[in-house]
């Protein structure tokens, strides 16, 4: 395998190919252990923003992180020092120290749960997975307690009974064995993993593993499309907080082609008019949108 390849798979009887009438769909595959899935936020909202009117994207949960066996504390020890590194090199705080004090046995309960959110709608889903990772990341909540999981459905406005239900209903753990299954006929082997799609089964899906300049996901869709995509410019900066609510520095930046010092700058003249709030992490830095 190679990082960017034709994918020459027959993908016409995956789920929710090319719906919402878009004409391309990304396929993403993660893990929601993955400080590297972490760091690819600011990528996957700068795309959304920019080019969303073409492309769905579809959340896989591929499970490669399934399995926390063997030798577990030096295991725990290797996953903190990536974590560490990861948020230092990406920007996207992640605080490794969360498996030496209060290590997740496993991902299993977390990869249902996001599986249950999405019984509720795919955006419901999204906002579950979102929080679910802030959680995790920022705030080192141990995810892989249901107790966690019932607090991160409420934040994402979830029907929490319901929520409840599904965590423990054979649809939501169809639908993770679906994932898994997707991941291995499409021989995904490393996560993060994108793969798109246009609306033409007899053209192959490019595979992209790991984490590439924006520019290169930009190229990629201009080539999978028939006409070159117009780019949608980014909100105001206040509409933008309002919408994803917590937000990096490093998010900022790269949505809006800044650097850190430049995005910090502007995201302080809204923190002194009391319209977020810096939220302190190991790394970077968070923004809180306060106002209602």
């Keep these: 395998m190679t990082n960017l390849e034709a ?70 020890e290797s996953i903190a020092e990536l974590w560490d590194k990861t948020a230092c090199r990406s920007g996207m705080s992640c605080d490794g120290s969360l498996w030496l004090e209060n290590p997740i046995s496993s991902p299993y309960l977390a990869s249902i749960a996001i599986k249950a959110a999405e019984l509720q709608g795919r955006k419901a889903g999204i906002r579950f997975l979102r929080k679910l990772q802030e959680m995790l990341f920022l705030e080192k909540q141990n995810i892989s307690t249901l107790e966690v999981l019932q ?25 993770f064995q679906c994932d898994l299954k997707v991941t291995s006929e499409m021989e995904v082997t490393e996560i993060p993993t994108l793969v798109f799609f246009n609306q033409n089964i007899e053209d192959e899906g490019i595979k992209i593993t790991g984490y590439y300049p924006y520019n290169i996901y930009e190229q990629i869709i201009t ?21 994803y609510h917590v937000v990096a520095s490093k998010e900022v930046a790269v949505v809006y082609n800044k650097t850190i010092q430049e995005a910090e700058k502007d995201l302080k003249k809204l923190q002194l008019k009391q319209i977020v709030e810096k939220i302190p992490v190991k790394h970077g830095a968070f923004w809180k949108y306060i106002q209602s």
């Design 7 to 76: 994918l020459g798979t027959n993908y016409a009887s995956y789920p929710c190919h090319c719906n919402d009438n878009k004409p391309l769909e990304i396929y993403m595959f993660f893990d929601p252990l993955s400080a590297e899935c972490w760091a690819l936020e600011p990528i996957l909202k700068k795309l959304s923003i920019e080019y969303g009117k073409y492309f769905t994207l579809k959340h896989v949960i591929s499970g490669k992180i399934a399995t926390l066996n063997l030798d577990r504390k030096h295991k725990f």
């Design 223 to 243: 080539e999978m499309l028939e006409d070159k995509p117009i780019r949608t410019s980014p909100p105001p900066l206040e509409t933008f907080l309002k919408h």
């Design 151 to 175: 607090v991160c459905a409420k934040r994402s406005g979830l029907d929490v009974s319901e929520f409840l239900s599904d965590i423990h209903s054979n649809s939501a753990a169809k639908a």
